[in-house]
C-alpha cells in the first residue's frame, strides 16, 4: 500500500531537508490524492447513479489539489536532475 516510512524503524532514513525523502514524499502525496479522487468520482457515479461531469465537477477542489501535488512533483524530479540546491525550501507552507 501507500505507506511513506518515517519512523526509526525505517531501514532508509532520509531526513525532511533531503531531496530523497522530498522527492517519496511528493510521489506519496500525489499517489493519495489521485487514489481518492477516482474513488470519490466512481462513488458519485456508480452508488449514487450521478452522470459523470456532475461528479466531476463537484470534485474541482480534488482536482485541483492533485494537479498541484502533481505540479511539486515535477519541479522536485526536474530540480533534482538539474541539481539545483535549497528545492526543500520551495515546498514548505
Same mark, same amino acid.
Given at each position: 500500500g501507500d505507506k511513506l516510512r518515517t519512523s526509526f524503524l525505517a531501514f532508509n532514513m532520509d531526513t525532511v531537508d533531503d531531496l530523497a =525523502?522530498?522527492?517519496k514524499a511528493v510521489k506519496f502525496r500525489e499517489r493519495v490524492l489521485q487514489r481518492g479522487l477516482v !474513488?470519490?468520482?466512481?462513488? $458519485?457515479? $456508480?452508488? $449514487? $447513479?450521478?452522470?459523470?461531469?456532475? !461528479? #466531476?465537477?463537484s470534485c474541482l477542489h480534488h482536482? !485541483? /489539489?492533485?494537479s498541484l501535488a502533481h505540479t511539486h512533483? +515535477?519541479? /522536485?524530479?526536474? #530540480?533534482?536532475? !538539474? %541539481?539545483v540546491s535549497? +528545492? %526543500?525550501?520551495? =515546498?514548505r507552507t
Open positions: =525523502f522530498l522527492l !474513488a470519490r468520482i466512481y462513488y $458519485k457515479v $456508480k452508488t $449514487k $447513479k450521478e452522470d459523470f461531469f456532475h !461528479a #466531476w465537477n482536482v !485541483a /489539489s492533485l512533483r +515535477v519541479l /522536485s524530479v526536474v #530540480w533534482n536532475q !538539474a %541539481g535549497g +528545492v %526543500g525550501l520551495v =515546498f
